[in-house]
């Protein structure tokens, strides 16, 4: 069974048609590649499955359920967890609290709770914290704990957003041009990291315009040009897509 | 940069502030008691605005109404108005849920949208609480419109009336002090209870969506909710200062609720430093004992000049509108900042 | 019928005002997404000058249309002034602060213009000098008033003109311009700046009209008139979608409307129980009621937020 099932979504902003009838699946633990050039729609297919906006047509089906649309946090609950593209950590936070936030689903502690401190909220609150610091030290971030998430470089504030969304328990982890910005070394470890993330049983969908290295990290690569799926199959077969080459490797590819 | 709570040093603030109102009395006079437990009110009232716009960052410009909401619940539960006389243990629960639930009726159509709708509905919705008050005469008389509601029973619990002077082991007690102590006593309630919330998953998840409300969301929190709660709470807080408000003066109109009145308490929480209690604490002090202040300056200028050129009043007024744009311009923090909201203010 | 008609006359002059002023709101959100709460305020000082100089000038026997010329003139000079040192003082500095602080300081200035007023005016009711155009006209048993055909006459050729001003010219393309994206604008050689201030002075100018208008209709002036008449204009503007010029217009007018009938015949049906006393109570109602059910307003578009 496929994790996420997205089918015939469309989504329209005053006459302009942004998704045209796109359709994507995700098997469960696996790496599936987004691509397309600027403009494509990437990022707004990644709105709509996110809920951030609600699609005209088409239906998303994550782990046999329809998801929610419209609704992030429960979309997120459901184990549909996001980072995005222009980084959106809570910039004063410390990371550490940053980690903690993502945290807020699986937990319970209320209103109640709060004022009455008792036992069980303070095992909670501390597992939060052994938890966050777990997940902080597994994207290599342990030093940082206590920096204010605003203040961190650009490639730790990427992995600080990952840590945010694991912390989540997501199923299915989507990424949205991780590695935007990054040299060589960097972009190494991103991809030692994605595979570890996959690894931990956490299936991904990578939006990413470097096809290169996209294409040794995913098992699928679906491929959108003006708001439509434009080809779909493995890295290999995307890559000898005639159709491909011409809307979107025939440019100048960076990276 | 949030680990635990900093201490408080509590043992030596507890002391002082149970001298307070005796040095008063004994420096200034039993006038300023009077004032000082009007200005607890005050205090009670900026913690409870401060969770909705220090903590979850929505600007709430009504916020005087559900003090307002407050003191008509428990004028009408206790005065002949309607000939009933609950006991406060039971009208100040009542108050408490009458407020929340304006205040979740009033959020609740607004949450969806941008923070500047909110504060012009929430700005709308004080005056209109004010239009009600005003014209709630018939067809039953409720509110008995401008006049107000007078006669209204003084705090007590049991036999234990608030506006009696009592001897406690010899000791005399003066009615304003003992009210001091009531009051004193719910303030640090709400004091404690803010700063439980603050320092729990709730806080922390006020303070994402203050920062940033679509990727908060997209962690799974439910936004809508969270808001919700720090309205509801906010107000409540407001229900209660509003219902010992009432109690203590023993008669309310709706003149005691207008814009003014919340843009006061919007100025207590900036001056001290939003999100801080503090400085929310401090600020609300300040700006209460702020009228005291002036109100000398009008015998002055009736000395100087031989007529009142600027009514202490509206000079007033005017401080505070100044004070809103002076700080935001060169300290938004406040005086007294949170660490983490002076560092919010100075990055972006 | 006659009363309807009666009604409907009343509430369009209400309305044409109210137009007058949501414009003033529009403008400045459009561009700045900064509601700019000391906007009803600047109503206000409009019509306390304008009562002050017609009264000064016809006790220096100035006629009727000299003295208005010059209380219009005044008052439109006065809220010019204060319109942009808001815009420099207050806004400006804040154009990068997070979205609360303009919103503090915008309440804050609102704060300090009517106690200024107030320090100015004093804090009682002023009443409005007479202008004497009380030869009403009845069509059909429908009372007309000089002063309703001429603020009905006058805002709307104003209001026609403006939005034809904006749509065509070039100082309208770079308004507009700006409204949808400042830093494209920018880089296209709009001066963003300035068409800013533009919008602070044209919003200001309109405001001083508005102010003379309701000063001469309602015969009085307060220096905490404004507020009400704000958040009924601000209403308007959200009703027609909030950034969007001719909504304004269309918003006004729809509450002006919807004002005097529901205040009209409310009162009517519940045997004077829910009467005119209500009617502030209609405009908050009809915005909640928007922004629950069509927050982009009548003709405005929905932007979705970036992400």
Redesign the interface.
Known sequence: MNLLEAKGISKC??GVQALHNVSLTVEPASIVGLIGPNGAGK?TFF?VLTG??RPDEGTLTFAGQPLPAGQPHRIARAGLVRT?QNIRVFPQMSALENVMVGFHGRTRCGLLGAWLNSSAVRREEREIREGAQELLKWVGLQEMAQRVAGTLSYGAQRRLEIARALATGPRLLALDEPVAGMNGTERGHMAELILRIRAAGIALLVIEHDVRWIAQLCERITVLNYGQGLAEGTPAEIQANPQVIEAYLGHPSHG | MIACPPRFKFPWMLLGTLILPWVIEGLLGRGWVRILDFALLSVLLAIGLNIV?GYA?L?D?GFIAFFGVGAYAYALLASPQFGVHWPLWAILPTGILVAASFGVALGW??L??R???L???T???G??IR??L??LT??INITNGPQGITMIDALHLGTWSFARPHRLWGIPLPALVGTYYLFLLFVLLALFLSRRLEYSRIGRAWMAIREDE?AAASMGLDTRRLKLLAYALGAAFGGVSGGLFAGFQGFVSPESFT??ES?MI?CMV?LGG?GNLRGVVAGALLLAFLPEVLRPLGGWQQHWFHRVL??PS??R??L??????V???WR?EGLLPSRARAR??HT? | MVTFLQQVLNGLTLGCIYALVALGYTLVYGIL???N?AHGDLVMIGALVSLSLVRALQDWGAPLPVALAGGLVGAMGVCVLVGVALER??YR??R??????????A??????L???S??IWG?GYRSFPDLGLTHSLTLGGVVISPLQGVIVLGSLSLLGGLLWLIQRSALGRAMRATAQNPVAAQLLGVDTERVITLAFVIGAALAAIAGLMVGAYYQVAHYTMG??LG?KA??AA?LGGIGNLSGAVLGGILLGLLEALGAGYLGDWTGN?FGS??K??FS?AT??LV??FH?SGLLG??A??K?
């Open positions: 902003f005053g990022t709105n951030v906006y995005f | 716009v960052g600007l410009l159509p607004t969806g949208l923070g500047d709708y504060a012009i509905v700005m709308g919705f005056e209109i239009v009600f005003n014209n018939a067809p679509i814009l003014q843009v919007l900036v939003m600027i009514d509206t000079l007024l005017l505070f509108g100044v004070t809103l744009v700080l935001m311009r938004p919010e203010w972006s | 997404e900064l509601i709460f003082l207050a500095p804040l990068h602060a997070p979205k609360l602080a303009p919103l503090i300081t309440i804050g200035m609102s704060m300090v009517e106690q200024g107030a320090l804090r507020f009400m958040l601000f209403t959200v129980l006393n209500y502030d109570v908050f915005l909640i922004l629950l927050p578009r929905h979705p937020e992400v």
